[in-house]
């Protein structure tokens, strides 16, 4: 078996660190980072898989077409497609979720289900990638043993989110005054490392920077 993993988040890596060690007897190629991608190496590697673990950039149709190309995305799809998808659930006020795993085509998040499990999103953002990890390796652990079938997406009920700029993370006076404890709440738990953090601008020209955030009676 020959897997070819792609990706830079720190989660799908350690994915992709556990599948080796799972499976010693497989031939890796393993692409970590947006300046390592190379698309020629993935072709001259004849991968049974490639998996788009932790991806954001663009991958060429030709390349989905001739591999079998799977990503995650942490979201129930169809619902919430598209960048940003835990950001945008936590700032909706989500609290489950799910793992995705889906075989890519030329849409946006819209190919079929290989695998999906149930995820949520209660807790810190380092809580909720310590989930994503598990449950993402624990779903390639049994499609890579077992084999799967596909499930296409129910597209009419499908929604799409676009990706959350950095200017966002500004905390304006209309949110404060305007906005309630769990909006603001979710606002911050969002945004926290590795996403660029909420802040406020003062008087004095600065930026108060949240780091964490809990809500009081």
Request: hydrophobic letters at 40%.
């Amino acid at each position: 078996m020959k897997l070819a993993c792609v990706g830079y988040r720190p989660w799908a890596l350690n994915i992709y660190a556990k599948l080796q060690k799972e499976f010693p007897s497989y031939n890796f190629l393993i692409q970590n980072s947006k300046q390592e991608y190379n698309e020629h190496n993935i072709v001259q590697f004849r991968p049974d898989f490639i998996l788009f673990y932790g991806w954001s950039e663009i991958i060429s149709v030709d390349l989905v077409k001739s591999f079998k190309c799977l990503m995650l995305h942490p979201s129930p799809l169809p619902k919430y497609r598209g960048g940003s998808p835990i950001q945008n659930q936590i700032i909706a006020g989500e609290i489950d979720s799910a793992v995705s795993i889906f075989q890519m085509d030329a849409g946006v998040d819209t190919g079929p289900i290989v695998k999906q499990e149930y995820l949520s999103l209660m807790g810190s953002l380092v809580e909720i990638f310590l989930r994503i990890e598990s449950i993402g390796y624990k779903l390639t652990k049994e499609i890579l043993l077992n084999g799967f079938t596909l499930q296409t997406q129910d597209h009419k009920s499908a929604t799409e989110f676009s990706r959350l700029s950095p200017k966002m993370s500004e905390i304006t006076l209309e949110e404060l005054s305007k906005s309630s404890s769990l909006y603001l709440s979710n606002k911050i738990r969002m945004l926290q490392d590795p996403y660029p953090n909420p802040f406020f601008k003062t008087c004095d020209g600065k930026k108060l920077v949240f780091k964490l955030v809990e809500i009081e009676d």
